[in-house]
């Protein structure tokens, strides 16, 4: 069975951080693509980051450069987002996918920027 359980959300004050984790089962995760994406209120979801199969390649939405870092640990079956710097803008419920020979996602995990 294929999971993807994101934790790690919640509410912060602006210009705080957090760090999300994405665990992997079910698949062979050191062969997948991994992104971040987030869907506010209202909005359509949109990418925020991604990293490739072995983690060498990486890419981030502009409202994500500079703020946010995309990692993974393949020896854990694990993906992570260091958000740094929030804004109220970044409230959203964060995703995580995986890509490769099929397209997985987790449920999601909330993160509120507020004070």
């Known amino acids: 069975q294929v999971t993807l359980v994101e934790s790690g959300g919640g509410l912060v004050q602006p210009g705080g951080s957090l760090r999300l984790s994405c665990a992997a089962s079910?698949?062979?995760?050191?062969?997948?693509?991994m992104s971040w994406y987030r869907q506010a209120p209202g909005k359509e979801r949109e990418l925020v980051a991604a990293?490739?199969?072995?983690?060498?390649?990486?890419n981030y939405a502009d409202s994500a450069k500079g703020r946010f870092t995309i990692s993974r640990d393949n020896a854990k079956n694990t993906v992570y987002l260091q958000m740094n710097s929030l804004k109220p803008e970044d409230t959203a419920v964060y995703y995580c996918?995986?890509?490769?020979?099929?397209?997985?996602w987790g449920q999601g995990t909330q993160v509120t920027v507020s004070s």
């Open positions: 996918r995986a890509v490769y020979v099929y397209i997985y």
């Open positions: 079910g698949f062979f995760f050191s062969r997948y693509s």
């Open positions: 990293i490739g199969s072995v983690g060498d390649s990486t």
